[in-house]
């Protein structure tokens, strides 16, 4: 079992700029995969980005360009820096650690980011 705990959300101006942190613990031999999703009211929860143990990153389309994200394997942690943040990315954050198959995953609790107009 991994434990993940995220901190950094928060308000922040269209145009502005937040950073999620999640912080790893546990069994984290496990998990090749670590990366952030975003549910939205009313939505269903959508792949924001991934990045794996060796540094391979994906995006969402919608998130190109304007976010990053990166892993310290040391410190067991994957970091979101968020830039040009926009209304539509308003939503609840959760962080996820899995295998690539997906037969072992643990989520985070969630962070909100809320970004006004």
């Known amino acids: 079992q991994v434990q993940l705990v995220e901190s950094g959300g928060g308000l922040v101006q269209a145009g502005g700029s937040l950073r999620l942190s999640c912080a790893a613990s546990?069994?984290?031999?496990?998990?090749?995969?670590m990366g952030w999703y975003r549910q939205a009211p009313g939505k269903q929860r959508e792949l924001v980005a991934t990045?794996?143990?060796?540094?391979?990153?994906n995006y969402a389309e919608s998130v190109k360009g304007r976010f990053t994200i990166s892993r310290d394997n040391a410190k067991n942690t994957v970091n979101l820096q968020m830039n040009s943040l926009k209304p539509e990315d308003t939503a609840v954050y959760y962080c996820?650690?899995?295998?690539?198959?997906?037969?072992?995953?643990?989520w985070g609790q969630g962070t909100q980011v809320t970004v006004s107009s």
């Open positions: 990045i794996t143990s060796g540094g391979s990153t």
């Open positions: 996820n650690a899995r295998t690539s198959s997906w037969s072992i995953t643990s």
């Open positions: 546990g069994s984290i031999l496990s998990t090749n995969v």
